[in-house]
């Protein structure tokens, strides 16, 4: 990829970042929520795709951290008044990075089919202790009546409950992530982790205990896992064994492959469309799933490397037909802006 | 005849289910010399190296590298202490490029790699010593060429450029010649021939007229046992190598 075609998008990435500072205002409250929600599974695609696409390890029991944290919130919140967030939040973290670690103290230590079934047994061994767990409400999960509140003091900095409030917020801690991970990637620790990515043994022999990073990439990837449960347990106001099944930790899987692993604008954008097409679809029918599969068999076949290949393929043949190359970028921020 | 040792091997065993692959090989390699192990293939040669680089486990035996012993250290540290190897089939990362192949090597040298914040290419001690891996190992020019858009004869001199860029004293080279054409042979010898002048060398090559033109030291295995070790001249001289081995390819060449 040369420079002016990832320049090109980083402007349509720009273009599509100011249509969500925007939509808040002209939004419907219905969808300025669900917009909350793809940009919460946009942190979460972005968490998997640290493992999946830049450390190699593809882990089926993502969800885990996502719902554990979700648990972990209603766990610290009283139920007649707010909790402080200054309290809430290192604690929901804290909670799923430990979990991460002795998680992935196990199943770091395999690969490939190994992996994935270790870290699926692991989550579901969540999903039973809390659908069994009738003092956190079993099946049924657990309300959690206020958002934390974020004061200094006695003043209030930030109002979650007013609802463009807490969109800026989720953007404002997407963002961070996002940036977060640019770092890390751009760091010597992200060159081992790429490395071991590429060929794991030949990135042992040049002297990296792998096991270690691979650890380090897994806690990382929980400890954000988490922040995304945390945003989900204030946005929907509970937390059910349904947020860290099996079948939420696939959802997260296909999103990643369907945005394009190993970017991380990638997940964002296979976020938006999969909550767009999945409310979409089942406003249509009620075998909403049948499109879904048909939707999800397409682009695997059609675009292997995913939205993302799809966005640097459009950008590359901009480029080459030199002529006039701002417009038809522009023209195609609409289409995913909302999607 | 009296450098240093610096590595040395006793009763090295390895064995694969009812297999004995290495067979009690007790080597004494010195610094500074290049010590060749040549043999039919079977003979255990691969494997050998794999048990000194940390590759595969040792079954019986010890390994001793500067007067320490690293029988059971994992293939990471014994990188660290010093100990380079190359693979006999390409074992590069294919879509780096290659400064990032040889960035890796280098990078493996900071005292850890669990920095999170400043961006790795800030690095110039990295740098530079990925730069002069690249320098060294002929691939400067094609700094930031995809590996996998190489030819194999500029893949095998990166392999060598990776091990160059961790800064080893002993190189494990895994017949660094297989495959290759006849001009591009030539020009890795020339490289091995200026790397043998600051470090120890362990090779295992086919080619027998590399071998002579590089090695002091010979090495012959079969079936998983040395069956002779001396100065090139003890070897050519020998009369159980020319019955089991060296014979027929003396004859050829």
Not at chain 1, 217 to 225: D, K, L, N
Request: aromatic share 10%; charged share 15%; proline share 3%.
């Amino acid at each position: 990829m040369n420079t002016r075609a990832s320049r090109l998008i980083r402007y349509f990435l720009i273009s599509n970042l100011l249509l969500l500072v925007a939509f808040p205002w002209v939004g419907e409250h219905f969808y300025v929520g669900l917009v909350m929600n793809m940009m919460i599974f946009g942190i979460l695609a972005m968490s998997l795709d640290l493992l999946i696409g830049y450390t190699g390890l593809v882990s089926l029991g993502h969800a885990a951290y996502y719902g554990l944290a979700g648990y972990l919130l209603a766990i610290i919140s009283p139920e007649s008044e707010a909790v402080s967030i200054w309290l809430a939040l290192p604690f929901c973290i804290l909670g799923t990075a430990l979990a991460a670690l002795i998680i992935g103290w196990f199943s770091v230590r395999t690969s490939g089919i190994y992996f994935i079934m270790i870290t699926l047994a692991f989550a579901q061994m969540l999903f039973y202790y809390f659908n069994e767990n009738t003092d956190l409400g079993g099946s049924d999960g657990i309300f959690i009546f206020f958002k934390p509140s974020v004061t200094l003091g006695s003043i209030t900095l930030l109002d979650l409950d007013n609802h463009i409030v807490f969109y800026y917020f989720i953007l404002v801690c997407m963002l961070l992530v996002y940036f977060l991970l640019r770092m890390l990637l751009a760091s010597p620790f992200g060159q081992v982790i790429q490395g071991i990515r590429a060929n794991e043994n030949r990135t042992r022999a040049l002297g990296y205990p792998t096991f270690y990073y691979k650890l380090v990439s897994f806690v990382i990837a929980g400890s954000i896992g988490g922040l995304a449960g945390f945003l989900e347990g204030m946005h929907g106001g509970i937390v059910s064994p349904g947020h860290l099944g099996w079948h939420e930790s696939g959802l997260i899987l296909m999103i990643v492959i369907l945005g394009g692993m190993g970017t991380l604008y990638g997940p964002i954008m296979g976020a938006f469309a999969m909550i767009f097409l999945q409310d979409w679809f089942q406003e249509i029918t009620v075998h909403w799933m049948l499109l879904m599969g048909v939707f999800v068999i397409a682009v695997v076949l059609f675009l292997p490397r995913g939205i993302a290949g799809l966005i640097e393929d459009l950008a590359a043949k901009l480029d080459k037909s030199v002529t006039d190359s701002n417009r038809p970028a522009t023209q195609k921020n609409g289409e995913s802006g909302d999607g | 005849m009296t450098a240093e040792l610096i590595l040395e091997t006793r009763d090295l065993t390895r064995t694969f289910g009812a297999l004995v692959a290495v067979d009690k090989v007790s080597l004494q390699f010195r610094r500074g010399q290049v010590h060749a192990i040549i043999g039919p293939n079977g003979a255990g040669k691969t494997t050998f190296i794999n048990l000194l680089s940390s590759d595969i486990d040792t079954s019986f035996g010890s390994i001793h590298f500067n007067g320490q012993d690293i029988t059971d250290l994992p293939p990471d540290k014994v990188s660290r202490l010093g100990i380079g190897r190359s693979y006999q089939k390409t074992n590069i990362f294919p879509e780096f490029s290659c400064l990032q192949n040889c960035w890796l090597g280098a990078q493996s040298r900071l005292p850890t790699s669990m920095r999170f914040v400043r961006p790795a290419r800030l690095y110039d001690e990295v740098r530079e010593h990925a730069d002069k891996a690249l320098r060294d190992c002929g691939l400067y020019q094609r700094r930031n060429t995809v590996a996998a858009h190489m030819s194999y004869g500029e893949q095998r001199q990166l392999e060598i450029g990776m091990m160059l860029a961790t800064n080893p004293q002993l190189l494990l080279l895994d017949e660094p010649l297989a495959g290759m054409g006849q001009e591009e042979s030539f020009e890795i010898i020339e490289l091995l021939k200026k790397l043998a002048e600051d470090h120890t060398l362990i090779l295992i090559e086919h080619d027998m007229d590399a071998v002579f033109s590089i090695a002091q030291q010979l090495t012959v295995m079969v079936n998983g046992q040395v069956l002779e070790t001396g100065s090139v001249e003890q070897i050519r001289n020998s009369k159980a190598v020319h019955e089991a081995y060296l014979g027929e390819d003396e004859d050829e060449s």
